[in-house]
């Protein structure tokens, strides 16, 4: 089966049709969607949500731009265990919209933090990184995961993507592999190994060519396994094989 691993769906930007857009990605062939709840709210949508349909699962966590609202930990900490959950994320470092070097250390100290609920929880994590690489590298050797994760919307180098695989992290390519100049995602999606490749929309963000612009939906990630299929010079039906065997590895 097809699976987009991180989607926004629960979010209210699907608030008006999102049944259509479950329908659609049931149509395209998806098996599974992740749903993405990135604060104690998000993460309620999220379980709402998965309860609904065995499409879903789910990830949570507190995402690093949220680093300074007010943070109920001890009620994300509980619903993390939810059977549900499968992932730990999005969490991570985003040193793209605030450079203060005082932030930046808020939010590694968070990132830690649920890399160590992670481990008491026995669940791989999602880590959103952006502008951090290296320092996200450096913590995650320092504050090792138990059960490894996925490198969401990875965008950075063939080099350093290897670096994470040897951590134990699947690399997750998103909608930008699909674009006409995007050299970068496409030399990963073509060089990294097989057996350690996902995919996923980030839905409602960064849709594909064709659809570039336009709210992202999770059907729209067979536009981005198109891509990384003739990349790869494979059917795409043992990408579909590959992909799949490799999520369920992950979870266990």
Known sequence: MWIDTHAHLADSEFDEDRSDVIQRAKEAGLGKIVLIGCDVEGAKRALKLAYTDDLFDVAIGFHPEGVLDDRD???????????KVKLIGEIGLDFYWDKDPEHHKLQE????????????????????????SKRTYDLLK????????????????????????????????AGPVTFKNAHIPKDVAREISLEWLLIETDSPYLAPHPYRGKRNESAYVMETAKVIADLRGIPLETLEESLSSNYQRLIG
């Open 73 to 83: 930990e001890a009620s994300m900490f509980e619903l993390m265990k939810d059977p």
């Open 142 to 173: 320092m504050h090792p995961v138990n059960r490894g994760g996925i490198m969401h919307c990875y965008s950075g180098s063939v080099e350093m993507a290897r670096e994470y695989i040897k951590l134990g992290f699947y690399i997750s390519l």
């Open 109 to 132: 100290a968070l990132f830690i933090k649920q890399i160590e609920w992670a481990n008491q929880l026995n669940k791989p994590i999602s880590i959103h990184m952006r502008d951090a």
